[in-house]
Nanobody, 122 residues
Framework: VQLQASGGGVVQTGDSLRLSCVAS????????VAWFRQAPGKERNFVAA???????YYGDAVKGRFAVSRDNAGRNAYLQMNSLKPEDTAAYYC?????????????????WGQGTQVTVSS
């Protein structure tokens, strides 16, 4: 599975962005697809995930503001980010767990896309 993340940009506090993750090669319809983020000098942290069943998971910092989804073909996943805050500034990565474990630690994910930068100005 090759992943390509896109959709980042520079926005203001309160704005919205939609990130996309496109899969080439094997589709990820029955896998867990997750989004992580990493700010400079910090660890890569869990943001959100959607399991093969469609069950969604969110980190505490984004609950109620972000929404993860994907298409039925299993080629595209999305992260809708609303009410953005300066602390959301980071590089965002999509990742896939082909064992569909629905976990929140990066060690469970075998495939990663490159990061897309999100910068939220105050």
């Amino acid at each position: 599975v090759q992943l390509q993340a896109s959709g980042g940009g520079v926005v203001q506090t309160g704005d919205s962005l939609r990130l996309s993750c496109v899969a080439s090669g094997r589709a990820f319809r029955w896998y867990t697809v997750a989004w992580f983020r990493q700010a400079p000098g910090k660890e890569r942290n869990f943001v959100a995930a959607i399991a093969g069943s469609g069950t969604t998971y969110y980190g505490d910092a984004v609950k109620g503001r972000f929404a993860v989804s994907r298409d039925n073909a299993g080629r595209n996943a999305y992260l809708q980010m609303n009410s953005l805050k300066p602390e959301d500034t980071a590089a965002y990565y999509c990742a896939v767990d082909p064992k569909d474990r629905g976990r929140q630690h990066r060690s469970f994910y075998d495939y990663w896309g490159q990061g897309t930068q999100v910068t939220v100005s105050s």
